[in-house]
């Protein structure tokens, strides 16, 4: 304890120093890229409850939202009644809002539609061309709220029935799974996300039909 506290690690600003969850999510999971399909529907419907609000307040209520949501298992929340919608308005675990319930049942439906033909991780990552972007920002504010490749991904999301897939919202997941890499150069993850992203090549299969 006594050699990190003398050489603290560099970090992005946003995690801040006060919160140990959000610290371990900055230095574990922010930037990781992931090309499961499943583990990217989990991250498209928390990000989707997150619009409006603060990432911290979703991270918080994490394991609420998996057990709610029957681990993000996308055909058991397919099938979700009106009474689980009401269920889940009365779960004060997690963000009871109803537009957000109903658009994460209908996501749920849009993806089993896409994977009845096609794999959900090469249609999302072919928006980056299948290869991550590293970038290289030194400020906060030299982080986009959006992109032209997050604009796109949102259209063709919207496209095949999704809903709460805002072009700013994809940038937040492109960020979080690793489709970039907006980590700080002055930070310690930049270098180790760059690592497993430079090695990263997804998709082999053939083009999603449309």
């Avoid at 120093?17 to 574990?28: K, S, W």
Wanted: proline share 5%.
């Amino acid at each position: 304890m006594a050699v990190q506290a003398a050489n603290p690690l560099k970090r992005c600003v946003w995690p801040g120093i006060d919160d140990p969850e959000y610290t371990r999510y900055h230095d574990e999971e922010w930037g990781v890229p992931i090309t499961d399909g499943e583990r990217l529907f989990e991250k498209l419907v928390l990000e989707s409850f997150q619009s409006g609000l603060s990432w911290l307040t979703i991270l918080r209520k994490r394991n609420n939202f998996r057990k709610a949501f029957m681990n993000f298992d996308p055909v058991k929340i397919a099938a979700f009644t009106p009474t689980d919608v009401e269920r889940l308005m009365n779960d004060a675990g997690i963000v009871r809002n109803r537009a957000k319930i109903d658009a994460t049942i209908n996501n749920a439906k849009a993806y089993l539609k896409i994977t009845q033909h096609d794999d959900f991780a090469w249609l999302v990552w072919s928006h980056v061309d299948h290869r991550p972007s590293i970038n290289r920002p030194k400020r906060m504010e030299d982080l986009p709220a959006q992109t032209e490749q997050s604009k796109a991904l949102s259209k063709t999301l919207k496209s095949r029935g999704f809903s709460f897939v805002g072009p700013t919202t994809m940038y937040a997941l492109m960020q979080s799974c690793g489709l970039v890499n907006d980590h700080l150069v002055s930070c310690h993850r930049h270098v180790a996300c760059a690592k497993l992203q430079t090695s990263l090549v997804v998709g082999t299969q053939s083009a999603p039909s449309t």
